[in-house]
């Protein structure tokens, strides 16, 4: 007799165990790039920072109370929201020795967008006779300023304290008498207006003209760690700006122990080391990292290249136009190229708005191009 087949229990169905498992990974994923976003996040739109960006993180060691106040001082400036405005202009401040000689070139820059800006001229060495009717009465009260001195960044402080009595500006450009624009005024006052960074350039040089020029003595506030270097034409937002007025503790330290003729063979320069060290330490996610304003070290000197009449063509404008990443060179023996993408609120675009520097011999030229070429 053949046997009668048993029924075969019926296997249980096997439990998706990778479910909770890919949901826990989503979600510490989601966590990890919240706390930690990418240095080209950005966030919802709005002109002041999240509550992580406000502040570094603590020292693991017991802060001074002068590194206390200071950290409330900013802390409570970079949360408030910026003042109100109903007309939000840029303010563009120009450090010069005397006479600006690119007035008409600006002036033609200016034009038809009275209300939109302001001007605040510091001059250092003579007052200048100017030749445009928009810089008459825009001196400011000045004080003679030495090359590589902290002068010089007492003098940015002074042209940012002058500008931020108007409340109505939002941006503040630090421009050089040598400095040209690269762009019609709607397109600077847009790229600037609809940025969530500041234009503050800064990198880590570890070479001789970087970290070596750091001295201990600014220990405990200044870590070398921390030590930055940039270029000192930058563009920063109202919150920055009051940071910059607002900081007296690490200000003097760079008074004290950032100057030529240091210990050891140093020279420090102030207007290279001050603004990048400080926000790379109190607000690295509110900076760009790179300036608005192109300069060409392509000759490897102690000074940029200047550029003669000769050398002011359409194409020269056009490529300076165009770069989009930012490029630095370290000092020391590796020479180690250090390129940026240029990000504006996360999205790569050229870099450079203004250029120096120009002989006066090229306005000219230059108001020849700004008049008939609609690219910039």
């Given at each position: ?29 989601i ?9 080209d ?20 060691r ?17 949360s408030t929201?910026p ?11 120009f ?21 939109r800006?302001t001007i605040?001229?510091?001059?250092s060495r ?23 001195m902290?002068s ?7 042209l ?7 409340t109505?500006?939002q ?10 624009p690269?762009?019609?005024?709607d397109?600077?006052y ?13 990198f ?27 270029s ?5 937002k ?8 607002a900081?007296?503790l690490?200000?003097t ?5 950032c ?9 420090c320069?102030a207007d290279?080391h001050?603004?990048p ?10 900076i760009?990292?790179?300036?608005v ?17 000769k ?16 490029y ?7 020479k180690?190229l ?16 203004f ?11 230059l ?10």
């Amino acid at each position: 007799m053949k046997g009668v087949p048993v029924p075969r229990a019926r296997a249980a169905p096997r439990r998706h165990i990778w479910i909770p498992v890919v949901l826990i990974f989503v979600a510490i994923t989601i966590l990890w790039v919240y706390l930690y976003p990418p240095q080209d996040y950005t966030y919802p739109v709005r002109d002041w920072y999240p509550v992580r960006d406000w502040f570094p993180a603590e020292p693991a060691r017991e802060l001074t109370d002068e590194e206390t106040a200071a950290r409330v001082v900013f802390r409570q400036i970079l949360s408030t929201p910026p003042f109100p405005s109903r007309n939000p202009k840029i303010a563009f401040m120009f450090l010069t020795p005397g006479k600006l000689p690119f007035e008409k070139l600006w002036e033609l820059f200016f034009k038809g967008h009275e209300g939109r800006y302001t001007i605040y001229v510091h001059a250092s060495r003579e007052k200048p006779e100017h030749v445009s009717p928009v810089f008459f009465g825009r001196d400011i009260h000045s004080d003679k300023v030495g090359w590589g001195m902290i002068s010089m960044v007492d003098a940015e402080r002074r042209l940012l304290a002058k500008a931020l009595e108007d409340t109505d500006n939002q941006q503040f450009v630090l421009l050089s008498d040598s400095c040209v624009p690269l762009h019609n005024f709607d397109y600077v006052y847009d790229f600037l207006m609809g940025s969530r960074h500041s234009f503050l350039d800064c990198f880590d040089d570890p070479g001789p003209h970087g970290v070596f020029r750091y001295s201990k003595h600014m220990l405990p506030e200044v870590r070398e760690a921390e030590f930055r270097k940039g270029s000192q034409w930058f563009s920063v937002k109202r919150q920055h700006a009051m940071v910059v007025v607002a900081d007296s503790l690490y200000y003097t330290k760079f008074r004290h122990f950032c100057k030529p003729g240091m210990e050891e063979g140093r020279n420090c320069y102030a207007d290279e080391h001050y603004l990048p060290t400080l926000f790379h330490m109190m607000d690295p996610a509110g900076i760009a990292n790179w300036s608005v304003t192109y300069v060409d070290w392509s000759e490897g000197k102690w000074h940029p290249r200047s550029f003669r009449a000769k050398d002011v063509t359409y194409e020269l404008l056009k490529n300076m136009t165009s770069v989009d990443i930012s490029y630095h060179v370290t000092s020391d023996e590796k020479k180690e190229l250090l390129q940026r993408p240029c990000l504006w609120n996360g999205l790569k675009r050229p870099c450079y708005l203004f250029a120096r520097k120009f002989y006066p011999e090229t306005l000219n030229n230059l108001m020849n191009l700004f008049s008939n070429y609609t690219i910039f």
